[in-house]
């Protein structure tokens, strides 16, 4: 079973801070690392994906940092906000068009004032 | 907007009981997916189709079964519901160029 590791669990940040959720991948064949956000009593929703093909991906306050030769991708949220607050998870596919995704336990992230 | 749509929010079954959890997608999307969520755990793939009638086992197949009949519906089915099958259940689906997209769950409770 494929596996993708998600660290830390869970994340205390200040206003105004950044957020950084690590992950690792064990397939050189994934090609396609999305990260999706949850909100308390709603579906995960995608936030960010990237490929292999760029080392990082940014949208707004959101950066996708990603190292092939280490088998690592992370998110960073800029001046992150308390409306951040969420869970986090990254996912990884299975290779050249899967659309099966393989999620990591996820990190329940915690913004305060 | 895609909409994914579980039926029921919350139930709560008793054990041994027959339970069917259904999910439909507004978007003809070949893809549909189960997932079970528990904290500490994640999101963990029963079941999935790519297409009517077909089905794959994901990683938790064991006590589960699925159903699909048409494209937009897929339905989940807890043969004899047990007590370690209380859980989160997320239905999402999707393409081979698109993201998936999630329904808001259907939290099972089994007593």
């Known amino acids: 079973q494929q596996q993708v590791k998600q660290s830390p669990q869970s994340l205390i940040v200040q206003k105004g801070g950044i957020s950084i959720i690590n992950c690792a991948y064990e397939?050189?064949?994934?090609?396609?690392f999305p990260w999706y956000q949850q909100f308390p009593g709603k579906g995960p929703a995608l936030l960010i994906a990237i490929r292999p093909d760029v080392s990082e991906k940014k949208e707004g306050r959101f950066t996708i940092s990603f190292n092939k030769s280490a088998k690592q991708f992370s998110l960073h949220i800029m001046d992150s906000q308390p409306g951040d607050s969420a869970t986090y998870f990254c996912?990884?596919?299975?290779?050249?068009?899967?659309?099966?995704?393989?999620f990591g336990k996820g990190t329940k992230l915690s913004v305060i004032p | 907007d895609v909409k994914v749509t579980q039926s029921s929010r919350y139930l709560v079954k008793r054990t041994g009981e027959k339970v069917f959890l259904e999910c439909v997608q507004d978007?003809?999307?070949?893809?549909m997916f189960w997932y079970r969520q528990d904290p500490g755990l994640g999101l963990r793939l029963i079941y999935f189709?790519?297409?009517?009638?077909?089905?794959e086992k994901g990683d938790i197949p064991e006590g589960y079964s699925v159903s699909r009949e048409k494209k937009e519906r897929f339905s989940l089915i807890l043969e004899s519901a047990s007590t370690n099958q209380t859980s989160m259940y997320l239905c999402?689906?999707?393409?081979?160029?698109?993201?998936?997209?999630f329904g808001n769950g259907t939290r099972l409770t089994v007593t």
């Open positions: 996912a990884s596919n299975s290779g050249a068009g899967s659309y099966q995704l393989t």
């Open positions: 397939n050189t064949a994934f090609d396609y």
């Open positions: 978007m003809d999307h070949e893809n």
């Open positions: 999402a689906s999707g393409t081979a160029n698109s993201p998936l997209h």
């Open positions: 189709s790519y297409d009517v009638k077909m089905k």
